[in-house]
């Protein structure tokens, strides 16, 4: 885990030492052991590399004491900050190259399938100077070229300078579970880990991207497109690669994944279905408990989070498994809320007597929110919408202050297994679409004793669901969940709503299985992700996600739609499969948390004054985006006690105060 920046200029003079450390200082904090550099001269394959935190000042001398500097040019260089996982040796050190120096890799992530590919290659004559999955992918490369990335099991976010084809490869994991930005301009090119390294470039123009903040403020989206909030700044999406030939200018985006939905796999038992299940789950936890420094669990309560818990704790008493780093067995990290309505601690607490892991806590507050608010927004670099990332950070926080490197974590699950409310009102439509009454009727009836409410807004999304596009507008602002974003109308004009590219390769007629895919492809995981991302990077913690094993993944989505919801129950597989391993409270749980946040009694009480002072602000007040008396309506209403909309107006607080750091470069403090 790692961060990675590289650029490259028409204009050989724009490539310099000083661009290069202030991007890789910019992102320290995502590898703080060890620093290095590539310089290439794209025309004579002439590669320049240095190591060390002097890298910088020495790259400098090279290029100042050159007498014809026309004959010992740069126009790309790659530059690298590493976080010590596997093989904490100087071999792992990056940017790092194949034995003729013909290819140069800088990486940040982890394939965790490494020690295969590393075996087969050297079967076909490679041989290698470390244990790193970073020298198993150079090598991979070079054997198979980009159809390597279909042998890798892992994430990653990596940049390849091969000179042999003159040409730049990028590639990002099948999800997007580690970053990848870039800034193209058909003259130069920037590629990071993190926007702020791009930002360092002074031809960069900060802008906001306006599409990216309506998406924002109407429909609580993020990163569900290839932009940015940053115009001109783009992600390369999960499963794509990028190839740049800098001599040509010439520049391809090309997708080399999706998961698919074609296969089905129906006429098991959900004996069978659960036994599968839990086998892919723990091969998936087993591969990501590879690590050389201290390795800890967070533990929500939620299914998830405790499936992961208790199965590294199955693995540890049935297969004797050791894990790094430490004599005590597993860590666990959780928060704990004095508001009851986010509380998950008897669940926690019913997984840590079942386990006896040692167990760490952090107990978020309304106040320490507004003091961690700077550095909070300057980590995440894009406003989020999700009020349990401040909850996140404290975990991770917690963590790192524990001593663990390296964390695994329960993201995913919901997005393949129906984890969320709104996959009951996709399921009835999808049973309606395909005239199913009796099943119709029965999970009807099922969710109703289960929830303890009637069904009735989940029927009417589904009816939704089945609407021309025309009469959705109608029906969505009818069953809007309290409040309103308070757009400004000239600021709308023009913009339409957001529409989830389908896949390339697949046509969808099972309109549940396609809502799944479009939540997990589109709108809401890779949102997730990042903000999962930036929070364990900001603490030097390499985050994983068994439930993101693209073949546990493949599997769920081949799966019946009665393995996710049955009867009522979510995520019926994982909970067949979990049977005699999870606790019962939390194997039978139906309410969800996981890592909230009760923004909305903190935006009442502890936090309402100093909201309020951002809200009235002029700066605030001229903004396009908002309609300022509407704002100031809905926010007294709320401290009111009249609405909650704690949602709402994190929005609108976090995106001003994004606005001020990063677009009005003023200075932002929590006093």
């Known amino acids: 885990m790692c961060g990675i920046v590289g650029i490259f200029s028409s204009d050989s003079r724009e490539v310099t030492p000083e661009l290069l450390g202030r991007m890789t200082k910019t992102i320290r904090h995502r590898g703080p052991d060890d620093e290095g550099y590539v310089l290439v001269n794209t025309s004579t394959g002439r590669c320049e590399a240095r190591a060390g935190e002097d890298t910088v000042a020495e790259l400098r001398g090279t290029l100042k004491h050159l007498s014809a500097p026309t004959e010992f040019t740069f126009d790309i260089a790659l530059g690298h900050r590493r976080l010590s996982i596997i093989d904490l040796s100087a071999a792992g050190h990056q940017p790092m190259s194949n034995e003729d120096g013909t290819l140069w890799i800088v990486h940040n992530g982890e394939v965790y399938n490494h020690a295969e590919l590393r075996e087969e290659l050297k079967s076909r004559g490679y041989e290698f100077r470390s244990r790193t999955d970073t020298e198993v992918i150079l090598h991979s490369y070079e054997e198979w070229g980009h159809e390597c990335l279909s042998r890798f099991n892992g994430m990653w976010a990596f940049a390849i300078w091969d000179s042999r084809e003159r040409k730049l490869f990028c590639s990002r994991d099948r999800f997007g579970i580690k970053p990848f930005y870039y800034y193209f301009d058909g003259k130069r090119l920037l590629v990071a880990s993190e926007i702020k390294a791009i930002l360092q470039a002074d031809f960069v123009v900060r802008k906001p991207h306006n599409q990216t903040i309506f998406d924002y403020l109407a429909f609580a989206l993020q990163d569900c497109k290839e932009d940015t909030f940053f115009d001109g700044i783009r992600q390369l999406r999960g499963g794509h690669y990028l190839e740049f030939y800098p001599h040509d200018k010439v520049f391809n985006l090309k997708r080399y994944y999706d998961v698919p939905l074609r296969h089905k796999l129906n006429g098991l038992s959900d004996d069978e279905y659960a036994r599968r299940f839990r086998e892919l789950l723990e091969d998936s936890i087993r591969l990501r408990l590879i690590s050389d420094v201290p390795l800890g669990t967070f533990l929500s309560g939620g299914l998830d989070s405790s499936s992961i818990v208790c199965v590294i704790d199955k693995l540890m008493r049935e297969k004797g498994l050791k894990l790094p780093g430490t004599s005590s067995g597993q860590k666990t990290f959780s928060a704990l809320f004095h508001e009851k309505e986010c509380d998950e601690r008897s669940f926690i607490h019913d997984?840590?007597?079942?386990?006896?892991?040692?167990?760490?806590?952090?107990?978020?507050?309304?106040?320490?929110?507004?003091?961690?608010?700077?550095?909070?927004?300057?980590?995440?670099?894009?406003?989020?919408?999700?009020?349990?990332?401040?909850?996140?950070?404290?975990?991770?926080?917690?963590?790192?202050?524990?001593?663990?490197?390296?964390?695994?974590?329960?993201?995913?699950?919901?997005?393949?297994?129906?984890?969320?409310?709104?996959?009951?009102?996709?399921?009835?439509?999808?049973?309606?679409?395909?005239?199913?009454?009796?099943?119709?009727?029965?999970?009807?009836?099922?969710?109703?004793?289960?929830?303890?409410?009637?069904?009735?807004?989940?029927?009417?999304?589904?009816?939704?669901?089945?609407?021309?596009?025309?009469?959705?507008?109608?029906?969505?602002?009818?069953?809007?969940?309290?409040?309103?974003?308070?757009?400004?109308?000239?600021?709308?004009?023009?913009?339409?709503?957001?529409?989830?590219?389908?896949?390339?390769?697949?046509?969808?007629?099972?309109?549940?299985?396609?809502?799944?895919?479009?939540?997990?492809?589109?709108?809401?995981?890779?949102?997730?992700?990042?903000?999962?991302?930036?929070?364990?990077?900001?603490?030097?913690?390499?985050?994983?996600?068994?439930?993101?094993?693209?073949?546990?993944?493949?599997?769920?989505?081949?799966?019946?739609?009665?393995?996710?919801?049955?009867?009522?129950?979510?995520?019926?597989?994982?909970r067949s499969a979990m049977k005699e391993i999870l606790p019962e409270s939390v194997l039978n749980r139906q309410a969800k948390m996981g890592f909230n946040s009760p923004v909305d009694v903190w935006f009442r009480t502890p936090l309402a004054e100093k909201v309020w002072e951002i809200i009235n602000s002029r700066s605030f007040r001229e903004r396009p985006f908002f309609n300022a008396r509407e704002v100031e309506r809905e926010f007294k209403a709320h401290r009111n006690g009249q609405k909650n909309i704690g949602n709402i107006i994190m929005r609108w607080l976090y995106l001003e105060l994004w606005l001020r750091m990063f677009i009005d470069r003023r200075i932002f403090t929590s006093t």
């Open 351 to 574: 997984v840590v007597s079942k386990t006896g892991v040692d167990a760490y806590y952090t107990c978020p507050s309304g106040e320490g929110l507004w003091k961690t608010l700077p550095d909070l927004i300057w980590q995440q670099e894009e406003p989020f919408t999700r009020p349990y990332v401040y909850a996140q950070w404290e975990v991770y926080k917690l963590a790192r202050q524990s001593g663990v490197k390296v964390a695994l974590d329960g993201q995913g699950s919901d997005e393949i297994l129906a984890g969320y409310d709104i996959y009951y009102a996709s399921l009835f439509s999808h049973l309606m679409r395909t005239f199913h009454w009796k099943e119709l009727v029965r999970e009807i009836l099922c969710h109703t004793r289960w929830q303890g409410k009637a069904a009735g807004r989940d029927i009417l999304i589904a009816i939704y669901y089945l609407l021309p596009r025309d009469l959705k507008l109608w029906v969505r602002a009818a069953i809007r969940a309290g409040g309103k974003p308070c757009l400004n109308k000239e600021f709308t004009a023009g913009f339409t709503g957001y529409r989830f590219r389908q896949s390339d390769s697949e046509v969808r007629t099972d309109f549940f299985n396609e809502h799944l895919y479009e939540r997990f492809a589109g709108s809401n995981l890779p949102g997730l992700l990042r903000d999962q991302d930036k929070n364990s990077m900001s603490h030097s913690i390499e985050s994983r996600v068994p439930f993101l094993d693209y073949r546990l993944v493949e599997f769920v989505f081949s799966l019946p739609w009665e393995q996710k919801i049955h009867r009522g129950t979510r995520k019926f597989v994982l």
